[in-house]
């Protein structure tokens, strides 16, 4: 099976700079995703990372490590309408594992 | 283009009662998939497929059942619904690996 770890909350101010850790354990994977959802919304895709290293997106940057069976997504000159939460996900022979998500607060 | 679209987008059943969720998609995307998101979870793998005429078991499958006569349409029944099924569904489309694609939502709730 497969399983990831990612922080439950996060809060900063506008602004700021956010990153959002996710550990993983699997026997193998073709990427890490990562998806962000507003309150009642629908999971909408942000980034993928297919192969070690960052990819940026924008004000959003993704990393993984699988040496490491490590990513992060890192959220730059956060705004309001950033607040949502974020997931990461194993994808695995077009299948999704999601992780429990974090819920990312931005404050004036 | 509607993109993804779920029927309906919001239920209440009775325990034991059925029902027959319906996704379709405009999109020409070979997989489709559905989810359930319970509060404080991610997103679960109920069933999906890989084309018109497949399906094939996720992670949580028991008490549902899918069908995918037609490739832009993908139903989620339930037999026999159970408050345990109270959640919100989502429908999801894929052309590749990378990105899957999501319907609005359809939230049931099971009394």
């Known amino acids: 099976g497969q399983s990831l770890e990612q922080p439950s909350e996060v809060t900063a101010v506008e602004g700021a700079i956010v990153q959002i850790n996710c550990t993983y354990q699997?026997?193998?994977?073709?990427?890490l995703s990562w998806y962000q959802q507003h309150d009642g919304g629908a999971p909408t895709f942000l980034s993928y990372?297919?192969?070690?290293g960052l990819e940026e997106t924008g004000r959003f940057s993704s990393f993984l490590s699988r040496s490491d069976s490590y990513g992060y997504l890192l959220l730059q000159e956060l705004q309001m309408k950033d607040s949502a939460s974020y997931f990461c996900?194993?994808?695995?022979?077009?299948?999704?594992?999601f992780g429990a998500g974090t819920t990312v607060t931005v404050r004036a | 283009n509607a993109g993804v679209t779920q029927t309906p987008k919001f239920r209440v059943l009775k325990t034991g009662q059925s029902m027959t969720l319906l996704c379709a998609q405009d999109?020409?995307?070979?997989?489709m998939y559905w989810y359930r998101q319970d509060p404080g979870m991610g997103l679960r793998l109920i069933h999906y497929s890989v084309g018109e005429g497949t399906t094939a078991k996720g992670e949580v499958p028991d008490g549902y059942n899918v069908s995918r006569l037609k490739k832009q349409n993908f139903l989620l029944g339930l037999e026999s619904a159970a408050p345990s099924q109270t959640s919100v569904y989502f429908c999801a489309t894929a052309g590749g690996e990378e990105t899957q694609y999501f319907g609005p939502g359809t939230r049931l709730l099971v009394l």
């Open positions: 699997t026997s193998g994977f073709y990427g």
């Open positions: 999109m020409n995307h070979e997989y």
């Open positions: 996900a194993l994808t695995n022979d077009y299948k999704l594992s």
């Open positions: 990372n297919a192969l070690d």
